[in-house]
């Protein structure tokens, strides 16, 4: 399959694009070196190939979800630079 002109036009008028005579020549061959790299691509022999999810062999890489122990309300206002009423005291974002 290779991109023509018919195509590069209609996709000039889906885009809503006003290209001059040279952004259509550029663009027609940008499109079409990508067309080439995609039909070459696809005579890519993948038979028996397995879809990859990540790009290095790994499974899962994240963390068990267990349950811990909270440290106490206490504790916690005891931790931070000021608190009031039992809340963290934080500066104000909005005026």
Not at 32 to 60: I, Q, R, W
Not at 74 to 93: K, S
Request: net charge negative; no cysteine; hydrophobic share 45%.
């Amino acid at each position: 399959m290779s991109f023509n002109i018919d195509e590069m036009t209609a996709l000039e008028q889906m885009a809503k694009l006003s290209l001059s005579a040279d952004e259509r020549v550029q663009l027609f061959e940008i499109i079409s070196f990508l067309d080439a790299g995609a039909a070459t691509l696809e005579k890519v022999d993948m038979e028996g190939v397995l879809p990859m999810v990540y790009g290095a062999d790994m499974s899962n890489v994240f963390r068990d979800d267990v349950s811990s122990q909270m440290l106490p309300r206490e504790e916690l206002l005891r931790l931070a630079p000021e608190h009031r009423d039992g809340y963290w005291q934080v500066p104000r974002t909005l005026e």
